[in-house]
């Protein structure tokens, strides 16, 4: 599809933040704070940088997406339904026993490239798939979206160093830098600054931008690769819980799902910056 203008993005990104509330509420989703900051870099990467056809989802030169962060799933199944690689109604079984849309990316669905969860595997994943399309000769580009607590893993590091060994240009990790994590702020549980400056000594280039500005996301991602025969690294500043007001920025947003009070309060603050409830036309 073509890429879509900024307004329409923008209506879109509200789409899937108001479909993941609701959903995650319904469900009591513990993870719902986790699916929500990466919310805008899903919209502008389905709907305005991937090259990617839901009636064909196994073309070869597709680009690839592999969601590091398996938890966060919930806003990933969201978009794919909005993009159309299956029913929105189909989400009704989320965390159902016996369905597909299971509480960890599930590769067995349409435009899920693997099954993750297990953090600190998904940029293996994605290198080893950028490699493959380097040495096949095909031209499709590689995502990995990261969450910042993943960055304590050693096996990310050990991929970024392998990465840029490889000169893999066509692999692109975007790091979701809530600055949570599972059992408090990164800064405190193991201080990943200096950031930037880490993925440059592995033969990267990064560079950083507002998570939730989508005219920046999309201005970052337009300028991929940064540095010819160099991966690329953006770190993404994002709030956890983005759009859930009562929550946002807590360490309960990782695990507590919103109560009826603060799911109606975040959306009427949906409400309020959108001014409307319609669903994009896409």
Request: net charge negative; proline share 5%.
């Amino acid at each position: 599809m073509e890429p879509l203008p900024m307004q329409e993005l923008t209506r879109v990104a509200n789409q899937i933040r108001r479909d993941t509330l609701i959903i995650g509420h319904r469900v009591k989703h513990g993870h719902l704070g986790s699916s929500l900051s990466p919310v805008d870099i899903l919209a502008a990467l389905y709907f305005w940088f991937l090259r990617t056809d839901p009636q064909d989802p196994h073309d070869q030169t597709r680009d690839r997406f592999v969601l590091s962060k398996g938890h966060a799933c919930l806003s990933l199944y969201v978009t794919l339904s909005l993009r159309g690689y299956f029913s929105h109604a189909d989400l009704d079984t989320f965390l159902q026993d016996g369905s597909l849309f299971a509480g960890h990316a599930h590769h067995h669905l349409p435009g899920i490239e693997a099954s993750t969860g297990s953090l600190g595997h998904g940029l293996s994943l994605a290198a080893g798939m950028a490699h493959t399309g380097k040495h096949d000769g095909l031209p499709y580009r590689v995502v990995a979206l990261l969450s910042d607590g993943e960055c304590d893993e050693g096996s990310t590091w050990e991929a970024a160093l392998s990465a840029g060994h490889h000169h893999l240009e066509n692999l692109i990790a975007i790091v979701d830098y809530n600055k949570l994590q599972a059992y408090g702020f990164t800064k405190d549980v193991l201080d990943l600054e200096p950031f930037a400056r880490k993925w440059e000594a592995f033969g990267w280039t990064a560079r950083e931008t507002d998570g939730h500005n989508l005219a920046a996301i999309t201005e970052t991602l337009a300028a991929i690769p940064f540095t010819p025969g160099k991966p690329s690294v953006i770190i993404a500043h994002t709030v956890k819980g983005r759009g859930l007001p009562l929550l946002e920025n807590t360490v309960d947003c990782h695990y507590v799902p919103p109560t009826d009070e603060q799911l109606a309060a975040a959306l009427a603050a949906l409400d309020a910056a959108s001014g409307t409830d319609d669903k994009p036309s896409v």
